[in-house]
């Protein structure tokens, strides 16, 4: 069953967002050369404690950390380690929450590290972000689940791939729902698949953790020996975005931008929902 918020809940997840917001803007400052995975992992746990919130990561299906780091090829659930280290050309996703009082806040993105990035790279990270937002501007009342997979669907397949070919819009992982647990009901494809059907309909305290995985190539992965570390089949690298999204009375709240999605909506013709903190 999907859990419908009340007013006062989300704004206690705007709460959890914010810290999550607060850890992006501190692990992107030492994402650099020469960094390891494990320092970011150090920054957020830190970030967490400042505010007095509870890393909804750690732990979670015995995971080892607070953040996912994921380098290059990896796609998805990477695991800090200080063998890891940043090295200039890299790409590297970082995928984080928090937990307020029981409520919890899930975002991701993409970092280049260094400087030199090829035109491919940089590109696809800016397809896969910007299939998120096309996918958030399509929390509407009235609209169905389907609705956001297809905006996000439809976004990445109109885009040219530098060098041709198409995107690979990752198969095994999607979005979800989000709320007193971190994955709930319902899951989200980030493509049409037409046995699914239409999906739950959209209605004023849904909740969504929207979040396209997209790579050079394949859209199939594959599990490592870690049993978390999630790769693309055929090597090539994969761009992560995610907000943790309200649809309220009002419009769509982006629980987990710094600025609840004011900035981007506005591009898509959309009013974001007031800030229930500002």
Same mark, same amino acid.
């Given at each position: 069953?999907v859990?419908?918020?009340?007013?006062e809940?989300?704004?206690?997840?705007?709460e +959890?967002?914010? =810290?999550? /917001?607060?850890?992006? @803007?501190a692990?992107?400052?030492v994402a650099?050369p *020469?960094?390891?995975?494990k320092?970011?992992?150090?920054? +957020?746990?830190? =970030?967490? /404690?400042?505010?007095g @919130?509870?890393?909804n990561?750690?732990?979670?299906? *015995?995971f080892?950390?607070?953040?996912?780091?994921?380098v290059?090829d990896? =796609?998805?659930?990477?695991i800090?380690?200080e063998?890891?280290?940043?090295?200039?050309?890299?790409?590297?996703?970082?995928?984080?929450?928090?937990?307020?009082d029981?409520?919890h806040?899930?975002?991701?993105?993409?970092a280049?590290v260094?400087?030199?990035?090829?035109?491919?790279?940089?590109e696809?990270?800016?397809?896969?972000?910007?299939?998120m937002?096309?996918?958030?501007?399509a929390m509407?009342?009235?609209?169905?689940?389907?609705?956001v997979?297809?905006?996000?669907?439809?976004?990445?397949?109109r885009q040219p791939k530098?060098?041709?070919?198409?995107?690979?819009i990752?198969?095994?992982?999607?979005?979800?729902g989000i709320?007193?647990?971190?994955?709930?009901?319902?899951h989200?494809?980030?493509?049409?698949?037409?046995?699914?059907?239409?999906?739950?309909?959209?209605?004023?305290?849904?909740?969504?953790?929207?979040?396209?995985?997209?790579s050079?190539?394949?859209?199939?992965?594959e599990?490592?020996?870690?049993d978390?570390?999630?790769?693309?089949t055929?090597?090539?690298?994969?761009?992560?975005?995610?907000?943790?999204?309200?649809?309220?009375e009002?419009?769509?709240?982006?629980?987990?931008?710094p600025d609840?999605?004011?900035?981007?909506?506005?591009?898509?013709?959309i009013?974001?929902?007031?800030?229930?903190l500002?």
């Amino acid at each position: 069953m999907v859990q419908i918020k009340t007013p006062e809940q989300i704004a206690k997840m705007r709460e +959890a967002g914010l =810290v999550v /917001a607060a850890i992006h @803007a501190a692990t992107r400052e030492v994402a650099v050369p *020469g960094a390891s995975t494990k320092d970011l992992d150090e920054v +957020a746990r830190k =970030v967490l /404690a400042e505010h007095g @919130a509870k890393s909804n990561f750690l732990g979670y299906g *015995g995971f080892p950390a607070t953040i996912c780091t994921s380098v290059n090829d990896v =796609v998805v659930h990477g695991i800090p380690s200080e063998d890891v280290v940043l090295k200039d050309g890299d790409i590297i996703s970082i995928d984080c929450g928090a937990i307020i009082d029981g409520w919890h806040g899930d975002a991701a993105y993409t970092a280049f590290v260094g400087s030199g990035h090829a035109p491919e790279l940089i590109e696809l990270s800016r397809v896969t972000e910007e299939s998120m937002w096309a996918g958030i501007a399509a929390m509407k009342q009235g609209n169905r689940l389907v609705d956001v997979s297809r905006a996000i669907e439809t976004y990445i397949r109109r885009q040219p791939k530098p060098g041709g070919g198409r995107y690979g819009i990752i198969e095994d992982y999607g979005g979800h729902g989000i709320g007193t647990e971190m994955h709930m009901d319902p899951h989200l494809l980030n493509y049409v698949e037409r046995r699914r059907g239409k999906g739950p309909k959209l209605v004023p305290g849904f909740c969504l953790a929207i979040e396209p995985m997209v790579s050079l190539g394949t859209p199939k992965t594959e599990v490592l020996s870690d049993d978390w570390t999630v790769i693309t089949t055929d090597g090539t690298w994969s761009s992560h975005w995610e907000h943790s999204v309200a649809l309220t009375e009002e419009g769509p709240l982006v629980l987990t931008a710094p600025d609840a999605g004011k900035a981007k909506l506005a591009e898509f013709g959309i009013v974001a929902a007031p800030d229930p903190l500002a």
